[in-house]
């Protein structure tokens, strides 16, 4: 369920070419491990004017962000699909509106990156593009927003530079949209799986099988331990991962986490919206919510 690689790839879409999304940015690649290479977007502002000259997206960084508190997105898409699925698109679009840099990936086995996904590689593809902009840009807020099964995998990233990356600085912030309470909750509760419920047997047989391959995104207890800004944003009319994960979320949060650390925000985007699942940057006040939290520019922790 949570990682869709029959729906990965179309191989009818130039994936290297940003224009054809009408997106200004680059489309580089990146070896995370020897026999994995990975598909990126780096998206800019439209004003800026770019080249397709230098050979890494770090060389594209250094080139483009021109100081120190332009705030820089990592965008972790869902479970099928790629960079370049058209409500994607349509969000970077909206973001870098707003004069925000966005680098956005395609994991391990989606869209033309080599490999197999599997909970590890991900998070290890993801910590690999974090390395690369902190690196070209050791000063910048950048925050780490997930979509829907992209949010497990930002939780989970966000939670291992929290315990064993200190030589890194750190994210200022974390967005999750549409996100899912833990693993559990979100198979359960997916429209693809609800047909197990007809025999009890069958729903037993597909909760083994995800703990025989370790697939777990405790979204609950990572984002109850993490000391720094976040956001959680879901449509109340979302039919994927239904709206009452946010409500699990934030009765746990509250009884859970620290209350010294900064307080999570949630944000409700009504049904009257219509924007489902994929559609929240839709809503009218998306600009209200991304100015007031997305791109916090505090001083990220030590």
Known sequence: MFFQTWSR?????????????????????EQTEPNV??????????AIETSHDLPTLGDYLKQYVKSDDQPIIMYLHGQDGTRATHYRANHYRMMTNFGNHIVVLDYRGYGDSTGMPSVKGVVDDVLHVFKVIRTA???????IWGHSMGTGVASWTMHYLFQNHTDFKKPS?????????NTLQAFVSYP???????????????LDSLATVKLDFPNNEIISSLPLHIVVIHAEDDTVIPYFHLELLQ???KQHRDQHFPPVRFVTVPRSA????????SYP????????FAFLKHTPPA
């Not at 006040?285 to 100015?291: A, D, G």
């Open 173 to 181: 912030g974390l967005v999750l949209e549409a996100p899912f309470y």
């Open 274 to 281: 219509g924007c489902g699942h994929n559609h929240i940057y």
């Open 9 to 29: 790839y179309y191989p009818w879409i130039d994936l290297t070419k940003l224009d054809s999304f009408s997106l200004n940015g680059i489309n580089v690649y």
């Open 251 to 253: 009765d746990y949060v």
């Open 37 to 46: 290479k990975i598909g990126i977007w780096y998206v800019l502002p439209s």
């Open 137 to 143: 840009c050791p000063n910048n807020p950048i925050t």
């Open 285 to 292: 006040k998306f600009e209200e919510i991304v100015s007031d």
């Open 192 to 206: 693809l799986t609800r047909i197990l419920n007809i025999n009890p047997y069958f729903m037993q047989a597909a």
